[in-house]
């Protein structure tokens, strides 16, 4: 299982920015995948997650109405769509794969997902 992100950099307040995540060696089509950041000095937490076909996706109350989750089972790719960027999204973001199979809701549990990326930095600053 490989998970390889891109799309991370600077960006001003209010800014956009997508973020992407490369799946390989695995059926990307049939897992739930989820996005999470880490900010300096504070804990890995959820943003957002996608279930296996694409039909339902929860986000953190902290990005909601701001942030798309979106995949492209064709390209084995995860979306993270930006808008409206603040200073206090400023963080690597990291793609995972869920653990468990055509699951038909995402999950924001951080232990329930296996394999993750190595992250992408995203900084939003003037």
């Known amino acids: 299982v490989q998970l390889v992100e891109s799309g991370g950099g600077l960006v001003q307040p209010g800014g956009s920015l997508r973020v992407s995540c490369a799946a390989s060696?695995?059926?990307?089509?049939?897992?739930?995948m989820g996005w999470f950041r880490q900010a300096p000095g504070k804990g890995r937490e959820f943003v957002a997650t996608?279930?296996?076909?694409?039909?339902?996706?929860a986000y953190a109350d902290s990005v909601e109405g701001r942030f798309t989750i979106s995949r492209d089972n064709t390209k084995n790719t995860l979306y993270l769509q930006m808008s409206d960027l603040k200073p206090e999204d400023t963080a690597i973001y990291y793609c995972?794969?869920?653990?468990?199979?055509?699951?038909?809701?995402?999950?924001?549990?951080?232990?329930?997902?296996?394999?993750w990326g190595q992250g992408t930095q995203v900084t939003v600053s003037s």
């Open positions: 060696g695995f059926s990307f089509g049939s897992y739930t």
């Open positions: 996608i279930n296996w076909r694409g039909s339902d996706t």
């Open positions: 995972a794969k869920y653990s468990g199979l055509k699951t038909p809701y995402g999950s924001s549990v951080y232990s329930q997902y296996d394999y």
